[in-house]
């Protein structure tokens, strides 16, 4: 019988080899900004409760602020998670594989994240541009829609960034442990 030092080395199934390569651009930028994104969310709503509270009169323009900004605190947070290789994803399939076809079917499907966030960029960038060429003013407050819709595109091209790394990082991981594979036979 082999002892576990006579097998060559292989990764536990449930072991990710990417996630031992942090990033060049560290997350914590995108979790500062996430952070400053939340503060200032909290203080619109509770300045809206108190004063809802004691008027009876509700700041409703604020709403405006409150959908952007949850908008892009979620385009935020999807490249920290992409980043930190901590998107959603479903495993059930990919968990049974062994290193190396896990590690190229994460590749694929972060490609496919890419592709997805690639088209909000474009789509978002043509609605951003319409927005500035029809002159389209907000409802609540009436400042330039565009000011507000701007963000979408530029934060998708971002989180495309992210997944690049990501898939880079996966790539390098997946020849690392390939390379270790084949040297241990």
Not at 124 to 145: H, I
Not at 152 to 159: D, E, I, S, T, Y
């Amino acid at each position: 019988m082999n002892s576990p030092s006579d097998e060559p080395a292989v990764l536990a199934r449930d072991a990710n080899p990417a996630d031992d390569l942090p990033p060049r651009v560290p997350v914590s930028l995108e979790g500062a900004l996430g952070a400053g994104l939340m503060a200032v969310l909290c203080v619109i709503t509770f300045a809206n409760v108190v004063t809802r509270y004691l008027t009876n009169v509700s700041l409703a323009f604020t709403e405006e602020f409150s959908v952007t900004l949850m908008v892009i605190l979620a385009l935020v947070g999807a490249a920290a998670a992409f980043a930190k290789g901590q998107h959603l994803r479903m495993g059930f399939a990919a968990d049974k594989l062994s290193p190396v076809p896990r590690l190229w079917l994460e590749a694929l499907v972060l490609l496919l994240g890419m592709a997805l966030f690639a088209l909000i960029a474009w789509y978002g960038a043509k609605l951003t541009w319409d927005e500035y060429s029809f002159e389209v003013s907000s409802s609540g407050l009436g400042v330039p829609q565009w000011l507000y819709t701007v963000w979408m595109p530029v934060l998708c091209v971002a989180v495309c960034a992210r997944i690049g790394g990501r898939i880079a990082r996966v790539l390098r991981a997946a020849a690392d442990v390939s390379g270790r594979q084949d040297g241990g036979r």
